[in-house]
């Protein structure tokens, strides 16, 4: 096949915990959207997605990590607020260093197509 | 959290052309079952899947590449036979290649999981 044919590799990238999915791209992107607006509702309108399935993923990461990923507060002036933990930030850092490694990988490995 | 904690990385792998997914996990495992049994019939009966979705399958695989990955004949004693091509061999081979050392990427990572 001609070299110019845009065969490449893709995938997707996730981490588990005891099997099933525990952080993805979508959890990074809403936990560094919670990080720059301070609030949950915020960051799901910003993603299109529900505050109910916003709510669930970070529920989700605080009951299952040893420590909260986002911590909230309800009500107050202005509806509550959010703020993401020190292990939100490491589970950040960590997603993203693994991705960009995924993402070399692919690119590396997509130069060798040869169909 | 404690070292037993089973966090792991995983992830899926594709092949894409022109920026649509042409060749994954499924597609392989559709061409080793009908090289095997020599029938796209029997195989999509393995897989459980329909024949007409076995059938796209090929077809997208066939007319997207530049040769076909199956040849298939109609009809005649026992129903029609179906065998796989050089081409379909080459797809088996190297979609397997990049797997592997897809799951070794994982494998890898996995052990620096920090969280």
């Known amino acids: 096949m001609s070299e110019d ?18 952080v993805g791209p979508g959890r990074v992107e809403l936990l560094e959207r919670i990080r720059d607006c301070g609030s949950i509702r915020q960051a799901a309108l910003q993603m299109n997605m529900s505050y109910r399935q916003a709510w ?14 986002v911590i909230s507060q309800r009500g107050g002036k202005g509806g ?3 703020v993401v933990t020190e292990k939100g ?7 993203k260093s693994f991705y960009k490694k995924f993402q070399q990988f692919l690119s590396k490995q997509s130069g060798s197509i040869n169909l």
């Open 5 to 22: 044919t845009a065969l490449k590799l893709n995938g997707k990238l996730w981490i588990e915990l005891n099997g099933s999915k525990l």
């Open 56 to 69: 669930q993923m970070i529920e989700d990461m605080n009951t299952r990590l040893d420590a909260p990923v």
């Open 80 to 82: 509550g607020n959010a």
């Open 89 to 95: 930030e490491m589970v950040i850092v960590e997603f």
